[in-house]
């Protein structure tokens, strides 16, 4: 019985010895996780409105473009000339705009323009714009006839 428990005594320290041991046999495996993710950048940015010549009270369909058109950052942000001439039309399924007013310049009272300009989030230098023609009401085109 000494015999058998003398073995099992070696046994347990010589396991633990083993563990222990500050230079195992066993090899260091490392995994490198370096992700790129590729970026495609934007190099055009444009819109075109259904209409170029309207009058009050017209609403105007913008569809934008892009190129390339699988861009990372497609986000871009609207703007008007004049604040108070056109208006976005709410709850419609398309990007539309109404003309609510007439520009502050109106060529011998007749004819006026606001810029609409297209600018990309994701840098300000990539933009573009469309002039939109807004008739007095009463002028050419015929459809502007009271």
């Given amino acids: 019985m000494k015999k058998i428990l003398l073995i099992i005594i070696v046994f347990i320290l010589s396991v633990s010895a ?13 995994l490198n996780t370096n992700i790129t993710q590729s ?7 444009g819109i075109e409105l ?5 009058c009050q009270g017209a609403i105007i369909t913008l569809n934008p473009f892009f190129t390339p058109t699988n861009a990372t950052n497609l ?3 609207i703007s008007f000339s004049e604040q108070n001439v056109v208006q976005f039309v709410p709850g419609s ?5 109404e003309v609510i007013g007439e520009p502050s310049y109106m060529d011998q009272g007749t004819v006026g ?13 990539i933009n573009n714009s469309e002039q939109l023609y807004i008739y ?7 459809q502007c006839m009271l």
């Fill in 18 to 30: 083993s563990a222990c041991d500050p230079n195992p046999t066993t090899q260091n495996v490392s």
């Fill in 39 to 45: 970026t495609i950048p934007l190099e055009h940015i």
């Fill in 50 to 54: 259904d209409k170029n010549e309207v």
């Fill in 75 to 77: 986000n871009y942000t």
């Fill in 93 to 97: 399924n398309n990007l539309q705009i």
């Fill in 113 to 125: 323009y606001i810029m609409i300009t297209i600018t990309s989030d994701f840098d300000s230098n």
């Fill in 136 to 142: 007095a009401i009463g002028t050419q085109p015929p």
